[in-house]
């Protein structure tokens, strides 16, 4: 079972940057394809980024490409989302998640067996 758990969120203008970070225990993460979703208030969760396990893929949401950037760390057990020019339209808590299979175009949310809790990320105009 592995558990995730974000951090890194916060108030930041618009056209700054963030880094979450999602870090794993439970399990080591080199098995698992990574991702990075998004909620905002009255909206339903909508996917960011991911990056499966060789980190030799990975794969955008269109309106985040060039502005948000996925990495790991599997020695840290660490996944991150880097992000700049964020946008009000931004806001949102931000979820890691965590599969076991391989993603092979941009994966929804079923793929995903494991989820943290979210941070809150709030851009201000």
Not at 15 to 38: D, E, P, V
Not at 72 to 95: C, F, G, H, I, W
């Amino acid at each position: 079972q592995v558990q995730l758990v974000e951090s890194g969120g916060g108030l930041v203008q618009a056209g700054g940057s963030l880094r979450l970070s999602c870090a794993a225990s439970g399990g080591t993460i080199s098995r698992y394809g990574m991702g990075w979703f998004r909620q905002a208030p009255g909206k339903e969760r909508e996917f960011v980024a991911h990056i499966n396990w060789s980190s030799g893929s990975t794969y955008y949401a269109d309106s985040m490409k060039g502005r948000f950037t996925i990495s790991r760390d599997n020695a840290l057990n660490s996944v991150y989302l880097q992000m700049s020019s964020l946008k009000p339209e931004d806001t949102a808590v931000y979820y890691c998640a965590a599969t076991p299979r391989w993603a092979y175009r941009v994966p929804g949310a079923g793929l995903y067996d494991y989820w943290g809790q979210g941070t809150q990320v709030t851009v201000s105009s």
